[in-house]
């Protein structure tokens, strides 16, 4: 099996940090495990790598699409495997970061994915009369186990797993749970974790940060290209907020804190997804002394590589 280092964790752990010291030290090229950072000029919002940064080391998967394209799972995946098949025949070593806990696990394990037929703009025209909670119902009445995994707000998963029973007969968890959600590389995966609080402040700093950075002027460029809030794009924390903003329903200090709020309450979602998602090997990022942390990470790299 081809070997793959994997770093999750939460928003503002240090992940990028991370994987850049280990692309050093063990060769490696960094995949984008990302969502949000494969859109072109979203930067600021997404905490995109910067080029310096990167120090040099190979990225890839970011900046690959349009504000308003669309981007699946099954593409992530397809690209994702494509990626690591390449950067191993190089000779190099794969690294796989992000806080997207679907789209990783989807990569790692033999997860096969329905390809409909149908056209997903023709679904999303037959089910514009529901609302998101009629819409999930109906779901609930086809699926019922599709929505144990499944938001009531994410409509185009909603949607999606509607298409899949539509066009092929079956329902989604029916095919999920037929699968072996088998490991299908040796992987190590790390994951990076700070006391709440802590991490916490972290993420409000990081959101002020943000701002200073110029979060506002990127968004204000964003709507004047055309930035509608139905596109995945600006489904992302950090855009999303700027819609009621815009639309004169609430101030800018609130969409901040929103921003705050969103991005800590997503950081307990990641935390959980991964707990019971992966065999996640968890270390404490020392703030004070990061090469601690790396180190401390580097010492069992070197026992799975050997």
């Known amino acids: 099996m081809e070997k ?41 919002g997404t905490a995109k790598v910067t080029r310096q940064e990167m120090q040099g080391a190979i990225h890839h998967l970011i900046d690959v699409k349009n504000p308003d394209e669309s981007y699946s799972v099954m593409e992530f995946q397809e ?31 033999d997860y096969h994915f329905e390809k409909s037929e149908s056209d997903h703009e023709a679904t999303e025209r037959k089910y514009a009369h529901l609302d998101n909670q009629a819409l999930y119902q109906h779901l609930r009445d086809i699926d019922p186990e599709a929505t144990h995994n499944i938001h009531p707000n994410n409509r185009r998963r909603v949607l999606r797993a509607i298409e899949i029973y539509e066009t092929t007969g079956q329902k989604k968890s029916s095919i999920e749970a037929a699968q072996n959600h088998q490991m299908i590389y040796d992987a190590y995966l790390i994951g990076l974790t700070l006391p709440r609080p802590l991490l916490h402040s972290r993420i409000d ?15 204000d460029r964003l709507m004047k290209s055309g930035a ?21 329903d609430k101030s ?6 929103a ?34 942390t790396v180190n401390n990470v580097e010492k069992d790299v070197d026992v799975w590589i050997k």
């Open 79 to 109: 690209t994702v495997r494509q990626k690591i098949h390449e950067i191993t025949k190089r000779g190099k070593m794969p690294i796989l970061v992000g806080g997207t806990g679907l789209y990783i696990k989807a990569v790692l394990y």
């Open 252 to 257: 800018k200090i609130e969409v901040v804190e």
């Open 228 to 248: 509608q809030d139905d596109w995945q794009s600006m489904k992302a924390i950090g855009y999303k907020e700027w819609f009621d903003y815009y639309r004169g």
């Open 4 to 44: 793959v280092l994997v770093v999750v964790g939460p928003t503002g752990v240090g992940k990028t940090k991370l994987s850049i010291e280990l692309a050093k030290k063990y060769d490696g090229e960094v995949i984008s495990g990302d969502s949000m950072q494969i859109y072109k000029t979203m930067d600021i």
């Open 205 to 219: 700093q990081r959101v002020n940060v943000m701002m200073e950075n110029g979060l506002e002027e990127e968004v």
């Open 259 to 292: 921003i705050k709020t969103h991005s800590r309450q997503y950081a307990k979602r990641q935390y959980t997804w991964f707990n019971n998602q992966m065999q996640v090997n968890w270390y404490d990022v020392n703030l004070e002394n990061f090469a601690e």
